[in-house]
């Protein structure tokens, strides 16, 4: 009330009083308000409240044309048509025309090599590779009668099928460190994996036929030479 206070005819001035009366203003209050001194005229003032009022006003048709224009551009995308209602090339995906544009597994360029690679890792292929032995293993010990089981355990010299056992266990471990030396994870078709483990399971069945030969040295030295010669052999082959 203080923008226009001077300015008020003696009615209003009249009325204003009463209502402040009427209200018990805090004589702090009541003073302010009798002497504080408009720093705008009645016309500032209006023009002040035109102007917002313009303002708010237009910023509300601002908004409703914006949610409106939104509203009918996503309206056209669906019904795949424009505002001259010519049909648009873009098209929402439906769950038919997705499934028709979806490539089927084997139609991926690498689908075979993933899937091989899958079911013959570093692990697997090291247990196919040693396969023979450990069912070699395995039938020794169906041979085998409890007494003998139980001999074999208090004897101080291994039998058969403990032999089995120690050259399985070499074999998993030669192996392995084998197809570490020939990169396996990162050999990149079907034809360089397979060339791979075939090269190595050639060089160990090659150097050894029993747990005594893996552990006569000069044979195991005569496998490294072997395992680094078709090494070479594996890299030149598929430029490596």
């Given at each position: 009330?203080?923008?226009?206070?001077?300015?008020?005819?003696?009615?209003?001035?009249?009325?204003?009083?009463?209502?402040?009366?009427?209200?018990t203003?805090?004589?702090?209050l009541?003073?302010?308000?009798t002497t504080?001194?408009?720093?705008?005229?009645?016309?500032?003032f209006?023009e002040?409240?035109?102007?917002?009022?313009?303002?708010?006003?237009?910023?509300?048709?601002?908004?409703?044309?914006?949610?409106?224009?939104?509203?009918q551009n996503?309206?056209?995308?669906v019904?795949?048509t424009?505002?001259?209602?010519?049909?648009?090339?873009?098209?929402l995906p439906?769950?038919?025309?997705?499934?028709?544009?979806?490539k089927r597994?084997k139609?991926?360029?690498?689908?075979?090599?993933?899937?091989?690679?899958?079911?013959?890792?570093e692990k697997?292929?090291?247990?196919?590779?040693?396969?023979?032995i450990q069912?070699a293993?395995?039938?020794?010990?169906?041979?085998?009668?409890?007494?003998?089981?139980?001999?074999?355990?208090?004897s101080?010299?291994?039998?058969?099928?403990?032999?089995?056992?120690?050259?399985?266990?070499?074999?998993t471990?030669i192996?392995?460190?084998?197809?570490l030396?020939f990169?396996?994870?990162?050999l990149?078709?079907?034809d360089?994996?397979?060339?791979?483990?075939?090269q190595?399971?050639?060089s160990?069945?090659k150097?050894?036929?029993?747990?005594e030969d893996?552990?006569?040295?000069?044979?195991?030295?005569?496998?490294t030479?072997e395992?680094?010669?078709?090494?070479?052999?594996?890299?030149?082959?598929?430029?490596?």
């Open positions: 009330m203080g923008l226009f206070w001077n300015k008020k005819s003696s009615n209003d001035e009249r009325k204003l009083e009463s209502q402040v009366e009427e209200q203003l805090p004589d702090d009541q003073d302010y308000l504080k001194e408009s720093q705008l005229s009645n016309r500032e209006k002040l409240l035109r102007r917002q009022s313009a303002n708010a006003e237009a910023s509300k048709e601002a908004e409703k044309a914006s949610t409106e224009d939104h509203g996503y309206l056209d995308l019904q795949g424009n505002k001259e209602g010519e049909e648009n090339e873009i098209k439906n769950a038919i025309s997705t499934i028709k544009e979806m597994p139609e991926y360029k690498n689908f075979d090599f993933d899937k091989y690679r899958r079911e013959n890792d697997e292929s090291v247990l196919i590779n040693c396969s023979e069912n293993f395995y039938k020794c010990l169906n041979k085998q009668t409890i007494w003998d089981r139980i001999s074999a355990v208090t101080l010299n291994s039998d058969d099928c403990t032999k089995l056992a120690d050259f399985f266990m070499a074999c471990d192996q392995k460190k084998a197809f030396m990169d396996y994870s990162t990149q078709s079907i360089e994996l397979k060339s791979a483990s075939k190595i399971d050639y160990f069945s150097s050894f036929q029993s747990i893996v552990q006569n040295k000069e044979k195991f030295m005569e496998y030479k395992l680094r010669r078709q090494r070479e052999l594996f890299f030149e082959k598929y430029g490596k």
